[in-house]
């Protein structure tokens, strides 16, 4: 079936500093890509998404690229903030019929100041 | 606010009483689904609504029964509750057709059941 890994948390940084929390996935097929963010005692809101291979998806300094070729879509941010601090969820969705919305375990970001 | 609306945000039950979890969303989407979040093991599918008046299990759908009232609402109902339903429960939307903007998420009901 298809799925999500995401690297493992949590992922502790200082503020300014450069930020890669790794995603891949396993699909029948060319899904759109999302990432997700929960903040603290929230629901989770979507940060950015692609459609296909090479989009970029950028959003609030965050940007992922979709790369077909080794089944990707890391997420980068240049200069973390202490307000980034939250539950990175990495999702794929296949683009044919009726489909769900398949998550990764999520990757908790720590940001100090 | 236009979005996913969830009631409660938080219930303590004793083992094998029953609850509703209400969830109403005004985007006229089509589709709902229930998650529930767990420690290290993401978001997971309890079941779904892909339009009014259907619904199909998820991936965990033991213990759970769900209620598509109309096109704004989905109800989830724990019959007889136990302490593994504890856990953090997710509504979500999405428009069924276009699938590529993903889902809208309310925030969330926090249930303990001891």
């Known amino acids: 079936g298809n799925s999500v890994t995401q690297m493992e948390g949590p992922v502790t940084l200082s503020e300014e500093a450069f930020l890669t929390i790794n995603c891949t996935y396993t699909a029948t097929g060319y899904p759109s890509l999302f990432w997700y963010v929960q903040y603290p005692g929230e629901g989770l809101q979507l940060l950015l998404k692609a459609t296909k291979a090479d989009d970029k998806g950028s959003n609030k300094g965050f940007e992922a690229t979709y790369r077909k070729e080794t089944t990707s879509f890391h997420l980068e941010k240049g200069s973390v903030q202490v307000s980034d601090s939250a539950v990175y969820f990495c999702?794929?969705?296949?683009?044919?019929?009726?489909?769900?919305?398949?998550f990764g375990t999520g990757t908790r970001l720590l940001v100090s100041p | 606010n236009a979005g996913v609306t969830q009631t409660p945000k938080f219930q303590v039950l004793k083992t094998g009483q029953s609850m509703t979890l209400q969830c109403a969303q005004d985007?006229?989407?089509?589709?709902m689904y229930w998650y529930r979040q767990d420690p290290g093991m993401g978001l997971r599918l309890i079941y779904y609504?892909?339009?009014?008046?259907?619904?199909d299990k998820g991936e965990v759908p033991n213990g759970y029964n769900v209620s598509r009232l109309n096109k704004r609402e989905f109800s989830l109902r724990l019959e007889s509750a136990a302490p593994s339903q504890t856990s953090v429960y997710f509504c979500a939307s999405s428009e069924s057709t276009v699938t590529n903007y993903g889902y809208t998420f309310g925030s969330g009901t926090r249930l303990t059941v001891v």
């Open positions: 999702a794929l969705i296949m683009n044919t019929g009726f489909q769900k919305l398949v």
């Open positions: 985007m006229n989407h089509n589709s």
């Open positions: 609504s892909a339009s009014e008046g259907t619904t």
